[in-house]
């Protein structure tokens, strides 16, 4: 094969979108190029519904990156549901785990079984396995997300975050985020709203008097 066709079958298989990110002065548009691993209709779908549409951690990561806007919201955790000390006993824990690599990339994160940190994971929203009740398994796209969202890159960067987070303590937790992570967040949370309902059914019959 030519290097000629082994380029142009390289880059069929990306496809590179030209997005229009618009500031606030006039006739200052600003012009990023994305390239995404992703088929064209997935794409314009992407760019047509950016809220429902599902797209690799990896894109989800490159974008919010490359155009500085928040992360995808289908990789956006629950944050504002821990506090201060979850946070640093969450860094902790991932201190104590195993980061599993393939040919320098992150594969997994292999966790010691605990369930005070269990129950962080699952307030935050972050999808794990359960195995045996002896460890918790962060798999290859959320392991890359919440790493992101912690600021590591790599399992020698959380003693530097710990410090950080120290000098951070009396602010927001959300705020505290926002000066840590790689990338952009915003609150996923909003406010709930909790209602109780009753069965009509089995409501007694009303006298009118």
Known sequence: MSEQSESNESQSKMREVFIVKRSTKIDSDEYVSVQLKSSDDSIEKLLKKPLITKISSNAALSISQKLNIPLHPYYTFHFKH????????????????NFVYEENKLQKIVLDYNEKNKEVIEKIGLPHLVINKEFIVIEKKYSKIILACLGLKTKEDIKHIKEKITTLKDKPLLDIFENISLVKLRDKSGIFIGARMGRPEKAKVRELT
Do not use: A, F, R
């Open 82 to 97: 821990i506090t201060y000390e979850n946070l640093m006993d969450l860094l902790s824990w991932l201190n104590k785990g």
